[in-house]
Every structure is written in structure tokens, then in C-alpha cells.
């Protein structure tokens, strides 16, 4: 069965400074990765996805993440965090983007941005 | 472009009471739909995925159910609702690689 570890319930970063957030996975076949973010009461809102290719993937709001498959990984960063960053971060699996099974998410890590 | 709508974003219903979310989608036709749970402190879990109308996959045995009368039409039903049924549900969408979420709906049972 797969699954999505977040090692990192909550995480505290100073504005400016450089972000990482962390994302294990466990998949039998080839897996797709995403990165969601999610602000209080909202939905969630895509950030980057890898499919194959590159191991390393842009996404929106100057996020990136890099798939290394030797640590069943895909972490995510950022150079310098803005205060909006603030926010929930989900890692998922999935099949095929989704496809018919849904993606399997982790738990999430809370991102917590001091002034 | 395609939306999602979903509602609605808040509900406070008492325990034993029924419950209706709904769920459309606009811009696409024949999507895969979804319906995920966040509980407090938790992350998403996967209840319910459709393929096509009238056809609905459940993932976890639970007190809820759903269905999907129309193509772009998804629905979270409770006969009786429990405590445990409190969290936040969301609808998603896809027809490819991506799943696009609507903005959710926070249930409080009390």
C-alpha cells in the first residue's frame, strides 16, 4: 500500500530566511508526487507536481522540490520565505495524478513564518 | 477554465441529523470526483471517488455515503449523523494529471 510521511508536524522560519519541508514516500510502481498548500479555511491549491523527467520541479510562488527516488523523497524548498507562506503543506501520491484511486496525502506540516 | 463549486463552507448540525454537501464542477466533462476528510490534526483521507454517473467507490466503511446523479454533480449524504463525522470535507476533480480542489466545507457536529 502506499503511503506519504511528513516527518515535521510544524515548522518555524524567520521571513527571508530558507525553507525545507520534508516528504518520504512509499510506492510500489513509479510514483507521482504533488505538493499542495493549504490556508486556513481554504482548499487546497496546487504547487508543483512531478510526473518524470527532471528530478527537479518548479512550481508556483518560487517553490521547488526535488525527487530522489535512491531516498524515496521529494522535499520541498524555498530560497527565501515571504510572511504569506504561512499556510499548511500536504505531500501526495498518486497513480496517475490522481486517475482513478485519489492521492494518497500525509499529514501535513504547518508552516509558521516569524517576523 | 473549469471551477468547482462546493457547499456550502460552513455547517453546524446536531448529532443524529441528516447531512447533503454538494459539490459541481463547470468547464469539464466526464471528471473523476472526490471526496476527502480532514479531521483535526490530521491529514486528507480519500472516502469516496467517482468515475461516472452512478458509479461511486467507497474507501473507507463509514457512516456516510455518496453519489452522482449528473456528471458534474457530486454528493456527501449522512442518514444520522455521528461526532466523528465533524472535519473538514473536500471536493476534488481531475480528467488527467492534476486534482483540483473546491474551497471545502467545515462540518461541526455537536
Known amino acids: 500500500a502506499q503511503s506519504v510521511t511528513q516527518p515535521d508536524i510544524h515548522i518555524t522560519v524567520s521571513e527571508g530566511a530558507s525553507l525545507e519541508l520534508r516528504c518520504n514516500y512509499s510506492?510500489?510502481?513509479?510514483?507521482?508526487l504533488f505538493w499542495y498548500v493549504q490556508s486556513p479555511g481554504q482548499g487546497l491549491q496546487l504547487l508543483l507536481k512531478?510526473?518524470?523527467?527532471?528530478?527537479l520541479v518548479q512550481g508556483i510562488k518560487g517553490f521547488e522540490a526535488e525527487f530522489k527516488r535512491s531516498q524515496s523523497s521529494f522535499n520541498l524548498r524555498k530560497p527565501s520565505v515571504h510572511w504569506s507562506d504561512a499556510a499548511e503543506y500536504f505531500c501526495?501520491?498518486?497513480?496517475?495524478?490522481?486517475?482513478?484511486?485519489?492521492?494518497?496525502f500525509g499529514k501535513g506540516t504547518h508552516l509558521i513564518i516569524q517576523p | 477554465s473549469q471551477t468547482i463549486h462546493q457547499w456550502p463552507a460552513t455547517l453546524v448540525q446536531p448529532v443524529g441529523s441528516p447531512l447533503s454537501l454538494e459539490c459541481t464542477v463547470e468547464?469539464?466533462?466526464?471528471?473523476?470526483l472526490y471526496w476527502y476528510r480532514q479531521a483535526a490534526g490530521r491529514g486528507l483521507q480519500l472516502l469516496f471517488y467517482s468515475v461516472g454517473i452512478g458509479q461511486i467507490s467507497s474507501e473507507v466503511p463509514q457512516n456516510l455515503s455518496a453519489s452522482r446523479p449528473q456528471d458534474r454533480q457530486f454528493i456527501l449524504s449522512s442518514k444520522k449523523l455521528l461526532l466523528s463525522d465533524s472535519g473538514f470535507y473536500l471536493c476534488a476533480w481531475t480528467t488527467g494529471t492534476n486534482q483540483y480542489f473546491g474551497a471545502g466545507t467545515r462540518l461541526s457536529v455537536l
Open positions: 501526495a501520491v498518486g497513480a496517475s495524478g490522481g486517475g482513478a484511486d485519489g492521492l494518497t
Open positions: 512531478y510526473f518524470s523527467g527532471d528530478t
Open positions: 510506492y510500489g510502481a513509479t510514483p507521482y
Open positions: 468547464g469539464t466533462s466526464n471528471p473523476n
